[in-house]
């Protein structure tokens, strides 16, 4: 398979990183995207960058998408300096966490939605005509389990998951007005070493690490299509290929409930752990489960990681990186 150019968004970013890797480690240019946002505590954010920074043919320039300007201005670098023309761009870059996206509607419209419109403008006007976009399972809301791709999605539970949404739309309009080839990929509850700070299972191993209070928004029976990173980021790359216009869900197809989660995790690391209830809140979907046979069909692509391995995985990234996560903020 011939090498490819291709631009990374949001490359300093849990599932970014990983994909940047593994394009740079098959012997892809990989120009990566960061705005370094403070979304959450930025020490993880550097703590990747600087593995992707050993890449020979990883290149990272500092950009924030939703400024139209300066994503121009970071493209002339790569076409300039680098004598480089994109042939895909996989745009990770986005602000996550539903509850947040309450309190602070705004920036995830800015990123999210004016993000991938500038990047949509930029493959039109620049003629890359294979785009990723990475979505999410919160588009579904309370739709009936397993979410399959053909079911109707209108009726979002929070900001961040109505911007994703905009941005699906967006993507269609591109792909039917100027014939972009697009990928539009919906995670399921993404985990894995180097994880979000502030998702579920960093968080559950932190409070059991630490002897803390483990909080439950709930009862605890809610249900996640927990997913490892790896598996993630195998899926995307699979979907660097001509598709048309594509939805695909990528998720383990296996939920498991919160109870049940912190159970493998106190068996793990061998200690127990208080829980404090709290009530639900009104953003939260109560389960999550991914239909994942057009993954299969159309990528041919399932996961390889169960969630006990998984766990596994992260619990020993977590102890072999107590320097830097000790003081990284929940």
Known sequence: ??????????CAGFIGSKISELLSLRGDNVFGLDN?????????????LDKLK???????????????????????????THGAKVDVVVNLAARAGVRYSLENPWIYYSTNVFGTLNLLELCKSKKINKFVLAST????????????EG?????????????????????????????????????????????????????????VAEGSDLIFYGDGNQKRDFTYIDDIAKGTILAIKNL????????????VSLIDLVDMIKMNIKKEVKIVYQGVHPADIHSTWADISKANKILDWQPD?????????TIEWYNNNRELVKDVEL
């Open 305 to 313: 990681y169960d969630i006990k391995q998984g766990i596994k995985s």
């Open 54 to 80: 050993h890449l020979d043919n990883f290149h990272f320039l500092h950009c924030d998408v939703s400024d139209n300007d300066a994503l121009k201005n970071s493209y002339e670098i790569i076409e300039g």
């Open 137 to 148: 399972s919160s588009i579904y809301g309370n739709n009936p389990t397993p979410y399959d």
């Open 244 to 255: 048309g216009f594509e939805i695909i869900n990528l998720g383990s197809g296996k939920p």
């Open 151 to 207: 079911q109707v999605v209108d009726k979002q539970l929070s900001p961040y998951a109505s911007s994703k949404k905009s941005a699906e739309e967006l993507c269609y309009t591109y792909h039917k007005n100027f014939g972009i080839d697009i990928s539009i990929l919906r995670y399921f509850t993404v985990y894995g070493p180097a994880g979000r700070p502030d998702m579920s299972v960093y968080r559950f191993i932190k409070w």
């Open 1 to 10: 398979m011939n090498s490819m150019n291709i631009l990374v968004t949001g």
């Open 36 to 48: 370094f946002s403070d979304s959450y505590d930025i020490r993880l954010k550097q703590f990747r």
